[in-house]
């Protein structure tokens, strides 16, 4: 009868050894289902947010290569303006009939051209600036983007 009785209790501690060990594999697995499904889900956010930044950084060069492409067809056009306007100019010198009327056209030319040239300069420098500021914006949203994402905790 005690050997009945003692195979009883091995067979009871045995039963509940292997529940406890299918209760743990069970957690285990399930743990370890959850793990991967947010590892995979992380990764998917890191593809994401990769692909945006590279979309903004396509997004700025290409603003940037359209500025540069106004600014040098704006640059050529004034030089070849000014360029017509000082032939004119010598020709209009050479015409002269007097030294005093050759230092009134020349001292007009001068001012005229240097009024043409700060006032393109300005411009110029007007459209850099905005050209400037459109080509960064799309680099300041992703910099944002990650101050945001560092300060809810997700990148450390």
Wanted: neutral net charge.
């Amino acid at each position: 009868m005690a050997t009945a009785k003692a195979a009883k209790t091995v067979q009871n501690a045995a039963d509940q050894a292997t529940q406890t060990f299918q209760a743990m594999t069970a957690v285990g697995q399930e743990k370890m289902s959850e793990n991967i499904e947010r590892t995979m889900t992380a990764m998917s956010e890191v593809g994401a947010f990769g692909k945006e930044n590279v979309e903004a950084f396509v997004a700025s060069a290409t603003v940037a290569a359209k500025g540069f492409e106004a600014l040098s067809a704006r640059a050529a056009t004034y030089s070849k303006t000014a360029m017509e306007n000082h032939v004119a100019a010598a020709k209009a010198i050479m015409t002269s009939k007097s030294v005093q009327e050759v230092a009134e056209k020349q001292a007009a030319y001068a001012k005229s051209a240097f009024e043409a040239y700060v006032a393109e300069a300005t411009k110029m420098t007007e459209l850099m600036t905005g050209m400037s500021k459109e080509a960064i914006a799309p680099l300041n949203e992703r910099v944002t983007a990650v101050s945001s994402l560092m300060q809810t905790g997700v990148v450390r």
